[in-house]
């Protein structure tokens, strides 16, 4: 079944053209991926799908009842409304039904006309399926490990408040969704969530993101927007780029072809009047229109070069640095000397300290213990999340002059700063334009870019793909992948942890930093393997004690299970101690390696004596369970 229709669609804005003669049809269950470079008019597109806004030509028609849910890559909030509020703000006709029902039931002036309409709505509320709206937004809160429904907007972080957007988008059980950008902010486990649930759900997408390993995973169609037209590919991406390849190819041939016939041709034009006749007044115009065919031109754009500032053997030492905040533990006694040329990912989840560790190194803020020494000749480019250093009321030269009036783009070789910007993909006609009106993904490669002119050998990159088109992403890949100076990197982009890094810090939820000396898919399939291997133990005592025939308690055996239910009892009541030790502020810091491992082996401990007493309780006829806790088997 087709859901919408696309009709040679026509948009231009701000006097430039985006895209023209776009045409094409989404049917159930299809998931397509809008990829393209910034500003060629992915979020537009978008918009004019879910009818935001209203394209120049051509149509857009939707098949009858169809529900449509769109994810804007900017979330709109009321920083003082509750999480439980912000469901109650959604345009989506099922939320306005439920609205419309409260609204009556709190109004005073009833009628019999308003009672008539009342159970109008009541019908369609049940017709729809809205009633449990509520209940799954709840629930896919809980899912994503979102903030809690009575949580203050104002007060979340940006990972949260996607979570807050993508649970009410879910709840309302759209059949056709528009996501623009759905993997900015949020850590590797729920944009995982988020590919099985599309898949599983068969849900009808179109998809805007940077993620290629999500594009792979999810996808089924690629639409490319590029130089004005769209572009369609059926299956995944790598099947995209490969037809690409070959599209582009074929291209370049037929523009080869085309150059032939057109030196022949100037050749011809060149000469003088009394070589030409007025007969041949229509070659002058096949000259013309073959010089507008030529589509691809010459590129002035360079590659990111790998130019760094003067290193030396050390970076940078950080020994055993600790951070709290608020009585909760991020860091704790960490230590790491960074060398030239190290490439390491940091990997864990939303809040872990990923980036309080990155504004540790940077000097932005102060660790509670320990110290940071950087090298003599270390020099430090932070690419942070917030563009802090950017005054949007400069023009993009202005901002790029007052950074240098020259750019080294290798050695001995410098450039003006007008230049430099068009290297890196900013054309002339951008120069003049206030930093405020450029898009997000604009301004993030104009930050990037200015960072990586500073000639930085420790570059630290906090989310560096959020808002870059994938071209910009392949562009810095080949930049790191030469750069000689140490990289730290903090990524949710699997594919760009992929590419650049050969190291991890894994940071893991009770504080610590866990050292891995393997690449993102490497480590992720290690932990897959321990996590099956350990479910196979857990399925072996099972079978075990299902299978072995129990003929009553000796003796000994006796006493043993009247010590055991004591030991289980002061073990559990060891490990209570022990994490909320964890959460106190007052506890010694200098302890809490010790604490950690004396946690780990008490767990171990209680583990063999719950099976023990499990399997002594069986053997004496028992099915009573122990206490109230929850670690029995």
């Known amino acids: 079944m087709v859901l919408v229709s696309v009709n040679n669609v026509e948009k231009t804005l701000k006097d430039q053209p985006l ?3 776009v045409t094409f049809a989404v049917e159930s269950g299809m998931r397509i991926g809008l990829i393209g470079q910034n500003g060629c008019g992915k979020s537009t597109l978008l918009k004019l799908l ?10 857009i028609s939707y098949a009858k009842d169809i529900v449509v849910s769109t994810l804007s890559q900017r979330i709109e909030i009321d920083e003082n409304m509750s999480v439980r509020e912000f469901l109650y ?43 449990n709206i509520p209940n799954r937004y709840e629930s896919f809160l809980s899912e994503l490990k979102g903030p809690s429904l009575d949580d203050i907007m104002g007060t979340l972080s940006g990972g949260s408040a996607k979570k807050v957007a993508i649970s009410r988008l879910f709840a309302t059980k759209s059949e056709l969704v528009f996501l623009d950008e759905i993997t900015n902010h949020l850590d590797i486990n729920t944009i995982k969530w988020i590919e099985q649930y599309l898949v599983n759900n068969s849900i009808a997408a179109i998809i805007v993101t940077h993620d290629r390993y999500f594009l792979e995973n999810v996808c089924q169609t690629i639409f490319e927007l590029d130089g004005g037209s769209l572009y369609t590919y059926p299956g995944s991406y790598s099947t995209y780029l490969v037809r690409k390849e070959e599209r582009y190819a074929s291209l370049m041939a037929e523009q080869e072809r085309i150059k032939s016939i057109l030196r022949v041709e100037l050749k011809w034009l060149q000469r003088g009047p009394r070589a030409r006749s007025t007969k041949d007044s229509g070659r002058i115009d096949r000259i013309k229109k073959l010089q507008e065919s030529l589509v691809i031109q010459e590129s002035g754009r360079k590659e990111f070069t790998s130019l760094s500032s003067k290193t030396s053997k050390k970076i940078l030492d950080i020994e055993n640095i600790s951070k709290s905040y608020e009585g909760k533990i991020v860091l704790s006694n960490f230590s790491h000397s960074f060398l030239p040329q190290e490439r390491i990912g940091l990997v864990g989840p939303n809040g872990s300290g990923k980036s309080t560790f990155l504004d540790l190194i940077a000097h ?90 500073k000639s930085p050998n420790f570059l630290l990159l906090d989310e560096p793909t959020n808002d870059l088109d994938i071209d910009t992403i392949g562009q810095l890949e080949q930049f790191l992948a030469n750069f000689e100076g140490c990289v730290l990197i903090a990524s949710h982009d699997r594919a760009f942890l992929d590419a650049t890094c050969d190291t991890l810090f894994v940071f893991e939820e009770n504080s610590e930093i866990t050292k891995s000396p393997y690449s993102y898919s490497e480590w992720e399939e290690r932990g897959e393997e321990k996590s099956n291997e350990k479910e196979e133990k857990v399925k072996e005592k099972v079978e075990y004690r299902q299978k072995k025939e129990y003929k009553g308690l000796t003796f000994k055996e006796k006493k043993e299970l009247e010590s055991i239910t004591d030991r289980i009892s002061h073990l559990e009541k060891e ?13 010694d810091s200098s302890t809490i390696k010790d604490r950690t491992k004396q946690y780990s082996d008490t767990q171990e401990e209680l583990e063999r004596c719950l099976l023990r007493w499990e399997y002594l309780e069986e053997k004496n006829g028992s099915s009573v369970g122990f206490g109230t806790s929850s670690r029995c088997w």
């Open 364 to 453: 932005r803020i102060e660790s509670d213990k320990g110290s940071i020494t950087p090298g003599f000749h270390t020099h430090i480019g932070y690419y942070d999340q917030v563009d802090a250093l950017i005054d949007f009321s400069l023009t993009v030269i202005e901002f790029m002059n007052e950074i240098a009036p020259l750019f080294y783009i290798e050695k001995g070789v410098s450039v003006s700063a007008a230049r430099f910007l068009e290297l890196f993909g900013f054309s002339v006609a951008l120069h003049r334009q206030p930093i405020s009106l450029l898009s997000g993904g604009e301004r993030r490669r104009l930050y990037l870019i200015s960072i990586l002119a």
């Open 50 to 59: 879910d009818g935001s806004m209203v394209s120049d030509e051509g149509s």
């Open 89 to 131: 703000t959604s345009s989506h006709p099922h939320i306005s039904l439920l609205n419309r029902y409260n609204s009556m039931l709190t109004d005073e002036h009833s009628s019999h006309s308003h009672q008539k309409e009342l159970l109008l709505l009541q019908h369609k509320i049940e017709e729809t399926d809205a009633w």
């Open 575 to 587: 490990i209570s101690q022990l994490e909320s030790s964890f959460s106190n502020p007052l506890s």
């Open 19 to 21: 895209f023209s003669n």
